[in-house]
């Protein structure tokens, strides 16, 4: 992978959580929500990134955005190293990414206006005269989709849709180069989810943003992605480009998420695999392949134990080389 | 023809379901009239808002008291009419036979009472058995919705089992008596694929070998496609089109269902193209209008009267209707 021209790139960054148990609350295991993670997001590129409740997908996000301090391994935006950076030495990076989260009713302030809500970012990064910043907002509100009127309204006064709109304008505001959508379209209905999606796409093309796309919906992920990433408890799977992943899945838990979406076709007849159980705990998950308890097929005792390594099989095509779960025939 | 039609099991006629809110009454749902025949699966599709759990939960008579009402209209379920049956009866049917599925498995269980004992709680209000033949049954359920070792997760809590697992029971529970209709409010939308996969596999063969039928209320027109024989479309209240699940998806009229379908992501389209969208969104209860309700996200001109005056549904084709607003169900 190239890093020289990336807009991001992380390092083997790991986020662990304590789990505290006893007397005196001790930690006493770990939970590796994100264990390991190498990506890059290029200039302009959505890079797509799905996987199960509980696999890590936000939490990598959130890693990424920093408003976690990751417990080891490298972020390195534009170059600059992110991972160690203190709160004040962070501030300039804050205006570079920014994030959309997936609940627009609970994401925004009840008691503040649209208008006040947009603004603040302004505000915080001390920018702007008060009539410049309200004439910023009105430019905001109007590239989302929002009339002018809004500014003066509160959120409860706004649909679903119109809801995502606003946390738009405000993620937008300082002029992020990377945003990080975190299941975006997810609460929404479908005519609503398909409007806000041509809204990021188009947002994309206008502003040359990269974003990182989360969500457990792989058909939307693939709709809007140019690269998607499959993670399974902490770990990146697979990682392909988006027609590519879809059309050759190589790892057996990328195969099995793409045979279980339901295809709005009657006459399609689906050659699913039921996968067994549901995703393990991240508490103290095992070296080897994570996925092998739910594969259904046998793992010696080493493959449980060391750590499958990341392979290219083809140009841009990665994946999590467990001889089990992705049979790698021209490994590079 | 020839073939002997599957008989109507339940048979919903021009429903009107509103509630009393300090805005006035709000009409939820507007006459709708639909059937779920024996052994087959009825989909019902739709957006938030648009009457689909309140049509569910008028059939079952779990309207909020005293504020849902049906106003008119018949459930009319094997000859009787559910929605005048004394509130005494309806208790001996609800549970035992039409039962429901709700979509979240963590509050539709109780947290403090064993899984086992609350299916022996639907087991003994229906039947007359002892105490240990009801835990024998609600353990041989547990089995049947494919939870291992059943003996232990019955002396469990819901806490203790994971989202599918908890859903698993929630479907043990709705098929404990053996209904004959089971309606499944969005059984898998709380659930991640893989485990939704699951879940349907599992109502499918369910149905298949106890031979019950389904209403299924879902917003994904992937699960419809997968697991219905026919499908209702609602759309503010009303049923815009309803249709043998093949003939909809080949051949959709409605201005409303070939929006919805043509707004869907697919796996198998053009990454990074301009998605199709419905302009506008879902109207508020209470500024719905007595003619056609798509109007003003259809992009098409309406006249004035298509407003006004309701358009009755019509048949088109065999078994497909479809709500006959001129403008929006052109051909």
């Not at chain 1, 990182?212 to 902490?234: C, E, N, P, T, W």
């Not at chain 2, 000859?79 to 039962?99: C, H, K, Q």
């Not at chain 2, 389209?269 to 506008?280: A, F």
Request: include cysteine; charge should be negative; proline fraction near 7%.
């Amino acid at each position: 992978m190239n890093n020289a021209t990336a807009i991001l790139s992380t390092d083997n960054l790991r986020m662990h959580f304590p789990v505290k148990g006893g007397v005196f609350q001790r930690a006493v295991a770990a939970c590796k929500a994100v264990d390991g993670v190498n990506l890059t997001i290029m200039p302009g590129e959505t890079l797509g990134l799905v996987g199960e409740s509980g696999c890590g997908k936000s939490t990598l996000g959130k890693t990424i955005a920093r408003l976690y301090e990751p417990t080891s391994g490298g972020i390195a935006f534009e170059g600059n190293e992110l991972a160690d950076l203190s709160r004040s030495q962070l501030k300039p990076f804050r205006r570079e990414i920014q994030m959309i989260f997936q609940d627009p009713y609970e994401s925004l302030n009840p008691r503040h206006t649209v208008g006040t809500i947009v603004e603040e970012p302004f505000v915080i990064h001390k920018m702007g005269t008060r009539a410049e910043r309200q004439q910023w907002v009105a430019d905001l509100l109007a590239k989302v989709g929002l009339p002018e009127s809004a500014a003066g309204r509160y959120p409860f006064e706004f649909s679903g849709g119109q809801r995502q709109r606003i946390g738009i304008a405000r993620a937008l505001a300082l002029k992020p180069r990377l945003l990080i959508c975190d299941e975006p379209v997810s609460a929404l209905d479908v005519s609503i989810q398909s409007q806000v999606l041509n809204l990021l796409m188009e947002l994309q093309r206008e502003m040359g943003l990269s974003y990182l796309f989360i969500s457990h919906d792989l058909a939307v992920v693939k709709h809007i992605s140019d690269r998607i990433a499959v993670m399974y408890l902490g770990r990146i799977v697979e990682l392909a480009p988006a027609v590519e992943i879809c059309n050759n899945p190589v790892h057996a838990y990328t195969k099995a998420l793409i045979s279980a979406i339901p295809v709005p076709d009657p006459t399609h007849v689906p050659d699913r695999v039921i996968l067994e159980g549901d995703v393990p705990t991240p508490i103290d998950p095992p070296d080897g392949c994570r996925f092998a308890p739910r594969s259904g097929a046998e793992h010696s005792p080493e493959m449980l134990e060391t750590l499958p390594p990341f392979k290219e099989i083809s140009p841009g095509h990665w994946v999590e080389a467990c001889p089990v779960c992705a049979p790698v025939r021209h490994a590079r | 023809m020839g073939e002997v039609e599957p008989k109507k099991l339940l048979e919903v006629r021009d429903l009107v379901t509103a509630f009393d809110t300090d805005a006035g009454q709000l009409t939820a749902v507007d006459g709708v009239s639909f059937a779920v025949r024996r052994g087959c699966t009825l989909g019902i599709v739709g957006e938030s808002g648009c009457g689909k759990s309140v049509t569910a939960m008028s059939i079952m008579r779990l309207l909020p008291q005293p504020m849902g009402k049906i106003l008119a209209g018949e459930v009319l379920f094997d000859g009787r009419n559910l929605a005048t049956v004394p509130a005494e009866d309806m208790r001996s049917i609800r549970g035992n036979r039409i039962s429901m599925i709700f979509q979240e498995p963590m509050t539709a269980l109780n947290p403090v009472h064993r899984i086992g004992k609350q299916i022996c709680e639907v087991l003994t209000q229906h039947n007359d058995l002892s105490p240990d033949d009801a835990w024998q049954q609600a353990v041989e359920m547990l089995d049947k919705v494919g939870i291992p070792s059943p003996e232990i997760r019955a002396t469990e809590y819901p806490h203790q089992l994971s989202g599918g697992m908890r859903q698993r029971v929630v479907i043990a529970i709705a098929l404990a008596c053996g209904p004959e209709l089971v309606i499944a409010d969005e059984p898998t939308t709380a659930l991640d694929v893989t485990i939704q996969a699951q879940i349907l596999q599992l109502i499918n063969n369910l149905q298949r070998n106890l031979g019950m039928s389904v209403m299924l209320i879902t917003h994904d027109l992937g699960v419809i496609a997968e697991t219905c024989d026919e499908v209702c479309v609602m759309y503010a209240g009303r049923v815009v089109e309803r249709a043998p699940v093949k003939e909809l998806f080949a051949n959709p009229r409605h201005a409303y269902t070939q929006g919805l379908l043509s707004s869907i992501p697919r796996l198998n389209g053009t990454p990074k193209s301009e998605l199709q969208t419905i302009d506008g969104m879902v109207p508020a209860l209470s500024e719905l209008k007595p003619g056609c309700r798509f109007a003003p996200r259809s992009g098409r001109e309406h006249a004035p009267e298509l407003l006004v005056e309701r358009q009755t549904l019509k048949e088109i084709s065999t078994d497909h209707w479809v709500e006959a607003c001129p403008v929006c169900a052109r051909g």
